[in-house]
Nanobody, 120 residues
Framework: QVQLVESGGGLVQAGGSLRLSCAAS????????MGWFRQAPGKEREFVAS???????????YYADSVKGRFTISRDNAQNMVYLQMNMLKPEDTAVYSC??????????WGQGTQVTVSS
């Protein structure tokens, strides 16, 4: 059974940092794109960042404009983990953050999410 489990969320003041982790189990995702999404109360889920494997030693990352320069996505294929380092957090970053695995172009597998709350 495939599972994605996020951790690392919490309450932080504006300007602070958090590091989210996503642990995958049930299969390996080293050749799959992995992503982070978020959903704020009353809003639709939105893309935050993704990381794709281009070659054995190269990856490509994508970010939403709203988080560029502040968030960094990374992965550890040996550990089947994906991370999201979030710096200079803003109150508008408050949301439930979920990781997802892409299979054949679709975000197929999703975690339950972890709450991030940024106070002003």
């Amino acid at each position: 059974q495939v599972q994605l489990v996020e951790s690392g969320g919490g309450l932080v003041q504006a300007g602070g940092s958090l590091r989210l982790s996503c642990a995958a189990s049930g299969r390996t995702f080293s050749n799959n794109a992995m992503g982070w999404f978020r959903q704020a109360p009353g809003k639709e889920r939105e893309f935050v960042a993704s990381i794709s494997r281009i070659s054995r030693d190269r990856t490509m990352t994508y970010y939403a404009d709203s988080v560029k320069g502040r968030f960094t996505i990374s992965r550890d294929n040996a550990q089947n983990m994906v991370y999201l380092q979030m710096n200079m957090l803003k109150p508008e970053d408050t949301a439930v953050y979920s990781c997802a695995a892409n299979v054949m172009g679709d975000w197929t597998y999703w975690g339950q999410g972890t709450q991030v709350t940024v106070s002003s």
